[in-house]
Each structure stands twice: as structure tokens, then as C-alpha cells.
């Protein structure tokens, strides 16, 4: 086998590599379109439940909508669909209104809180996570661990409560619900209380990621050449470190997700979340099902990314063994 | 003739160095001396945990973070510019001066694994520019060619190729030449060598020796080798210091060494080399292990695991017993009043084998 | 043989007396004599594993803490509701919205039965205990909207999640250990076909997931179970394939295979038994999640069905009053965010104890 990748040169590896993940998760997101399309067979009850129809009238509904068509025909179209972002209509919370259209308004705001709170905790927390190591058994560090495992044990929608007591009930320093005439002051502590389990859980895997770089040989090495201070740190520690965060990163992502539910519901956010959860709590099965199929494919498309991302910046993914001398 | 005085490189007197962990203070190197001449090449000898590595770490300034230096002087002899000759206490200086002008400059060392000790996101010929743009400032196109320059001199074919690669890439004995060429990138006058050649295949091994050797004589360095292999010493020591438990407990050359070693522990580590000629059907051991460092040792560390050991040896620690100018040992054995031992009758033989052969060669 | 090279004087070294010796006993140089003594290793005497473990573990301050918390408050969940008179469901509407009061404290001014409302005139502080003239009515957490007891509803609500989060945990446990350790046991296609399949499930968002499954399945116990179950496993079969392949190729597993053993006495008998640490902190890490992930299910409307109650569904139903009556709230979050944190500190302390990072010397 190795033998073949000599041959073919080392843009080999990488092709394959990137076809490989990107053929996982398309075939990862049909089948949750499957698993929903089968969910949305078993909902009780069919489209047309609580209109008074007569059984001819159904009938012909259903001939109409392709309802009587087998059901392998009717996933097809399903699939289709899906992919082409049109999800149907929502029964119980806004009466017959297209999905794509509660959905259009209302997914930048999440982007904007979810991405606004990726961001501090990945920042925050590689800073974290970074000065932990390098000032190893200080202060710092237990500060660090202290500030890890509070932020990952304690669950984001206690903090968003805990922040909106203090500075929005008691001080009154920034708005307890999301409000459009101000958008930035009311995103902020929704942000926080978001980003607090990333920042926790990056600065501990880079705290961990450091260690484990700067007790290795070749800083050693580094270090018998006589490179010391930002050299050493940011090009030899750094560099090595920072790879693997990447693909915690992904996971992290997803969990935002969880988390923005419950915080948008607390702090008023007509983000995507609170519509998931309205959703939910009114049994409007069509949305929440085509909510599902965004949610899965953003985390879907994400983890590609950063599946894909990770193969390019390490060079041993990226390159091959050549050959032995 | 030889008369020229060899001026002395490294000088360490009394260095003792203990290690602080969470629950106890390990004194791992008590009181060693240690010389060193131009050009020559010395070998420091021992078990695993004699302390070997840390002596040579130590004159590096790279000991680990809950280290202590207890006391000694290590003195360090360099050349600056075309002839001046600077003598200076590496223990003294602070570790950005150390960085600064010893490592690298003037003292290169290569480690035992070269798979985990090359930077595994640098590129090959990355890591040999590194120093020499560090330390002297030299363009990259300059450093670029010089650096081809070292891959061909440590024995790398197609180095335009090569220079681009990835640790990665190459193979464990090519690796390990990359690390010699990083070593040699500053032009320095030392080269320590923490066994090189351990983490490599034997067809290998001799391969890397020689090339050290070979840059050794170009380039008139003085090479010191931290190994446990016996074999390689014989092949390149002029002296072999023994250690055992963080202190030296013979030194001379490597003749001495091999033909009228007078140490126990000494007599055990040649005995313990088997060798197509040997006898015996058991493989001789030392029995038992070495010493907790944690705990303060009572006189001869090698005591416990000394069938010729003397009553003196539990109460009190030999001083280094003059046997030639240049072959001394410590211990309590080359007192006058001493009984006298004679190392075990197989070792006798085996020496006396290796005479002969010496001799028809 | 050797190099023949010159010999240098080393420079004479001063007498390395061991100052404490000043005079010599007559017999101290004569031998010893036992050489037995030589062959006992006195340094490392060997542990049992599992002391050792439980030592390390032990030795941590964070996870006895954890576990001692953990402890209390599974006894408070087991106990708690039998400590006062009332049932969990049991409401009085005349008593609702009680601040907590609880007898002998209350003469210290704290848990006395105030609250301080805010109303539009300003911060007053209210008694709903003194107002309705009830002196030896009390509620030790207070009363929520419904007029029920929230102590006893707290610790009710702490026995459902945790045993909501135990039962998933331990099936999930068995499950993914079972499905990681033939996957990596069988390796080849088997392994590949299962890796895919797992790498596709776990390509789902655990929330999409868990949602679509509440919404179709009726509510209750075993369906949060079943629905937590179902995502939670493939963490664990991770780590078991992890550590199956590390051990697969290891001698004993050899061993056993030419004994005749069969493959899933190797599987459950032979490998699991060195692997069960990791699997137990494993275990201990998917209980919080399993917590949370219930916790968050009750607060978005899809968990215990009323009038059972689980801590978020506690959480949830305070929510509404938490800015008038934030005494509500407290109690569940505390419990939520304390078992979470225990748990986690307990995890890391077993991983540590399991597998401790020498990171000194």
C-alpha cells in the first residue's frame, strides 16, 4: 500500500481524505432526512386533521399533495425538498404559514448570539488555557481548573439566569430581554452566559495540549538551540498545541446549539431556538422537524469543515511517508 | 611527540543537583568531577537514573523546572572570534545568557529519539535555519544554502528534496541525521550526545556512530556520549567516566577502563556484556537495583549490591583512589589496608581474551 | 583495539574524604561477607493495583469533597421528602409563595419567612406566614405558586434525575462497551461497517434527536431514559474500542487465544477486566451529561410529565417567578449545579487515579 502512494505523489492523501469526509456527511444527512421523513409518517394524525373534510374531500387532498404516491416516491420528494429549504407550512403557530419564512428572521439573530459567544469562549479560553500552562501549578493555573470545571459542570442556562438576576434585575446595568431597538446591549449577556461552557472546555484542552507539547523533546531541542521567549512559545509550543483545538471546536459548536434554546427562551431571543422550543410546546410537528433538518445540517456542515480544516493544517495528515533510507 | 598541552574544554567540580517533587527532594547528582579536552571525546557510562543525563542537561541549562542546583561550578572554555579564549562558569550565567550565547553556539546536543525530537509542523530544513538565523542573523538564502551544505555533510542524498520534507517523512536514521546536522547548523565546539543511537535499528547505529566520528575529526570538536552501551564506548571513548547513583566512581582512559578496571560496579557492567566467546551458561546481572535517590545515602552507594563490599563501605564514602595519572576509582577497596580482591576469574579471562585479540590485529 | 591516543595528566584531585570519617574501626576493612543481602530489592515493592488506585484517589482533596457531596446529597434525595409532612403533589393554594422558614434558625433573622418584594412604591418586606398568622406552619425552602412544599419537591425531583441519569448511564454503559469492544476486537470490516455507522448516528445533533424522540414516544420515565440512552453510548464505545485495540495484540490475550479460549471469554473475561477504570470514569462523566441533558429536556416542556417533578422541571416552573420570588429557583439550581460539579470532580479524580500524568521529574 504504501508502495501505490509513492506512485501517486502526495496530493494522494489529501483528495482522498476530503472525499472521504464529505461522502460521510452527505450520506449522514440523508439519513436523518430519513429518520424524520419516518417520524413524520408516525405523527399522529395526518395535514389535514382538523379541517372538516368529508373522506372524498381528504382523498383528493391527498391525491393533490402526492399523499397515495409510494412511500420511497414520496421520500424522494421529501429529500428534495428538504435540500431546496422548502419545509412546508406550520400548523399551530402561525396558521399556514411557510416554515422557510418564521425561519428567515429570525436564524441571523441566532447566528449572531451563537457566534458572538464562539467566539469569546474560544478566545477567552485558549488566553485561558494558554497562561495556565505556561505558569503551570501557580495561581493561575488552579484559577484555570477552578474556572473549567465550574464552566462545563454548571449548565449555560444557570449562568443566563445567574447573569440576568445580577446586572439585569438587581443593577440594571444591561437589558433582561432581548429587545430590537438596542440589539447589541441585549445580545451581550446572552453571549456570556452562552460562551461560558466553550471558554471552559477550551481552556482546558489547551491547557492540557500545552503541557503535553512543552514537557516534549523537541521544545527540548528547541531549547538546546537556544531559542527562548516568543520563538519558542508562539512558533514551536503554539503551533503544536493549537492543531488538535480545532476539532474541539466542533462539538463545542454544536452544544451552543443546546444551550442558545434555553437561554433564547429566558432572555426573550426570537432566535431559532425559541421557535424550537414554541414549537415543541405546541405540537407543531412540521417545524420542528424542519428546524431538526437545519440544525443537523449546520452541525453536519460544520464538522466537514473542521474535519477538513484539521487535514490541511497538520502537516501528517496532509503529507505522506515517502519512503525509508 | 606528544607534548602539547590539551587545554581543557569542560571542568564540573562537585556538581550536585537534587530534584523537588511534591512529597520528597531526590538528590540525583552528588558531587561529580568531570574533565574534558579539546578534541577528545569522553563517554559517561551507567544505568538508567545514575544521573548521566542530568549532568550534561545541567551544563546545558536545560534541567528540568523543580530542579536545584546545590552546588559546583561548571567551567566552560570558548573560543570568541578568531583566538580568544573565555572561560566561563555555565552555572553562573542566567538562562537568557546561556540561550543566548552557549546553546547552540557553542554547545550542540542530540538526543535519544529523533521521532519525537524533531518539531513535527517544521519542515526539515526549517529546523536546521532556525539557529542560524537566531543566533547570527543570517539571511535566509545564506542559511538556505547552508543548510544543504549540512544535509550533505551528515550523508542525506537529494537534499534540495529532502530540505523540504517533514520530520515525518523520513526515516528513523535519516531523522537522526537531521538532528546532527541542527547540531552542527552554529558551528559549535562541544557536542554532547545523549545516547544517539538507542531509538535506532543496529544497522543504523553504526552508521550515525561513524558519522560522528567523521564530523568529529573535521571539524575538531570534543564529543561527549552519555550511553550505556559498552560496545559503543569501546568504538569511540578516549575516556570513560563510570557513574552509579549520581556520582562518578571510576574515570580513565578507555584502555584502563577495559583491561584493569578496578571498581565493582565496574567489573559487574563488563561482565554483564555478553560476548560470542562467553562460557558460561548463565548471563551475569548486577543483583539488585539502584538506589532510591530520595533517601540520604550512608556511605558507598553501591554498597548494597557489592559481594566485595567492606564493613567501611556502610559507614563512610571512598575518595578517589589515584591508581595512574589518568585511571582513578573510588573505592574502599584500593586502600592500602584493604584485603586484596581480584575481579571475578570470568572477567579475567574475558580481558585476557581481549588482549589477544588486540594484539593479532 | 582501541584508539592508541595520548595520555594527559588529569589534573590531581583533592582528597574526596567523607568528612565524618576521622578515624577507622580495626575490622573495617574486611568484608562484609553476606553477599545474600545483595540479591533482596528493597526499593520497589510492588502494590497491589487497586490500593494504589484507591490511594490516588483518596489522596485528592477535590474528589473526596466530590464524593462526599454526592453522598450527602443522594441521602438528602432518599430522605429529604420523608423529613417533613408533606407529598410532593400536595397543594394549598391559601399557603402559596411562602418565603422558606425554618424553625430554630429563623431566631438568628435569616430563613424567618421574609422576603423583600419590589413592588412600585418601592422594597417592601413581606411574611406570608405572619400575614395568614401561621406560627407553626413552615416550609424549609419555601412554598412555590402551587402552594407545595419545594424541599420535598426538590429532593423528589433529585431521586427522578438521578435516577433518570443512573439508568441511562449504566445501560448506555453496557451497550457502548459491548458494541466498542467487538468492534475493536473483531477489527477489519466488522470494525469498519460498526465505525461508520456509529460516526453516522453520531453525526446527528443529540438535541435533534432526543426532541423528535419525546415528541413521538409518550411521556415518562423510560422513554427520557431510552432517549438519553440513545446518543450517550457511542462516547463510551469510543473508548472501549480505544483501549481494545491497545490491548489486543498484547501477550496475554495471545496466550489465552492458544489455550482455546473463545472470543467473547476473551472479549468480557481476558481485556475488560484491565480496562474497567476507564470505563467507570467514563460512566461517572456521562452522569452529569444524562443530568443535564434531562434537566434541559424538563425546562424546554418535554420531560416529566406532571405532577412528577425532576430538577429542571423544578427550574422550569420557577422561572416565571424568579424575579419576584427568586427563592424558587434557588434550591434546584443549587442541587443541579452542585451534582454536576460533583460528578465532574469526581470523573477527573477516578481518571487521575486511574491513569495519574507523572509530571514531575
Known sequence: MRVLSIKRGRRYDVKKYILKRVLISIMTLLAITLVLFILLQLMPGSPFNDEKLTATQKAALNAKYGLDQPLVVQFGKYVYNMFRGSFGVSYNISKNTPISQLIQSRLPISIAVGGMAVALGAVFGLVLGIIAALKHNTFWDTLCTIISVLGVSIPSYVFALGLSYTFGFKLSWLPMLYSANSPIASTVMPSIALSLFTLASVARFTRTEMLEVLDSDYMLLAESKGIYGGQLIVRHALRNSLIPIVTVLAPLIVDLMTGSLVVEKIFSIPGVGSLLVTAIQSNDYNVVIALSFIYSAMYIGIMLVVDILYGIIDPRIRLAKEGEN | ?361 | MFKQKNKRPLTAEGPDFNAKVREFLPDDFTLRGDAEATRIDTNFASQNYWLEVRSRFFGNKGSVISLMLVIIICALAAFGPMMTNYTYSEQNLAQKNFAPRVPGIESLGIFDGDENLRTTTGTKVVNGYEEKELTDVFYWFGSDTLGRDIWTRVWEGTRISLGIALCAAIIDMIIGMSYGLISGYFGGRVDDIMSRIAEIINGIPRLVIVTLLMLVLPRGFVTIVFALMITEWIGMSRIARAEMLKLKEQEFVLASRTLGAKHFFIIFREVLPNIIGQIITQLMFSIPTAIFTEAFLSFVGLGIPVPMCSLGSLISDAFNSFTTHPYQIIPPILVLALLMLCFNMLADGLREAFDPKLKEM
Open chain 2, 1 to 361: 611527540m606528544e607534548n602539547i598541552v590539551r587545554e581543557k574544554v569542560l571542568e564540573m567540580r562537585d556538581l550536585s543537583i537534587s530534584f523537588l517533587s511534591s512529597n520528597a527532594r531526590v538528590n540525583a547528582i552528588r558531587a561529580v568531577n568531570l574533565d574534558l579536552f579539546r578534541g577528545e571525546t569522553l563517554a559517561i557510562v551507567g544505568e538508567s537514573g545514575s544521573g548521566k543525563s542530568v549532568t550534561m542537561k545541567a551544563a546545558m541549562g536545560i534541567l528540568a523546572k523543580n530542579s536545584v542546583v546545590n552546588g559546583g561550578i561548571i567551567n566552560f572554555t570558548y573560543t570568541r572570534g578568531e583566538k580568544e579564549k573565555v572561560t566561563v562558569d555555565l552555572l553562573k550565567l542566567s538562562k537568557k545568557e546561556m540561550r543566548k550565547h552557549i546553546n547552540g553556539r557553542r554547545i550542540a546536543m542530540i538526543f535519544q529519539d529523533p521521532m519525537t525530537s524533531l518539531d513535527p509542523t517544521m519542515s526539515v530544513g526549517k529546523q536546521i535555519m532556525e539557529g542560524m538565523i537566531w543566533h547570527y542573523g543570517t539571511p535566509k538564502k545564506e542559511a538556505y544554502e547552508k543548510a544543504l551544505d549540512l544535509l550533505r555533510e551528515v550523508g542525506i542524498d537529494n537534499p534540495e528534496k529532502r530540505i523540504k520534507q517533514y520530520p515525518h517523512q523520513l526515516s528513523g536514521g535519516m531523522r537522526q541525521r537531521v538532528v546532527i546536522a541542527i547540531a552542527l547548523a552554529c558551528d559549535p565546539e562541544l557536542l554532547i550526545c545523549d545516547e544517539p543511537t538507542t531509538a535506532l535499528d543496529v544497522t543504523i547505529q553504526a552508521k550515525i556512530i561513524e558519522l560522528i566520528q567523521r564530523v568529529q575529526r573535521e571539524r575538531g570538536i570534543s564529543v561527549i556520549y552519555i550511553t550505556h552501551d559498552l560496545g559503543i564506548v569501546a568504538k569511540v571513548a578516549d575516556y570513560v567516566n563510570v557513574m552509579y547513583a549520581g556520582k562518578i566512581v571510576e574515570k580513565g582512559t578507555v584502555q584502563e577502563i577495559y583491561f584493569d578496571p578496578r571498581h565493582p560496579y565496574t567489573w559487574g557492567l563488563l561482565s554483564a556484556m555478553p560476548d560470542l566467546d562467553t562460557d558460561d551458561s548463565r548471563l551475569y546481572t548486577i543483583p539488585g537495583s539502584p538506589p532510591n535517590l530520595k533517601n540520604e545515602i550512608q556511605g558507598d552507594a553501591f554498597a548494597p549490591r557489592n559481594i566485595y563490599a567492606l564493613k567501611i563501605d556502610e559507614r563512610a564514602e571512598p575518595p578517589m583512589f589515584k591508581i595512574s595519572d589518568t585511571h582513578y576509582a573510588s573505592t574502599w577497596l584500593l586502600d592500602p589496608r584493604a584485603p586484596k580482591v581480584e575481579m571475578p576469574e570470568e572477567l579475567k579471562n574475558r580481558i585476557a581474551r581481549m588482549k589477544k585479540e588486540g594484539l593479532q590485529q
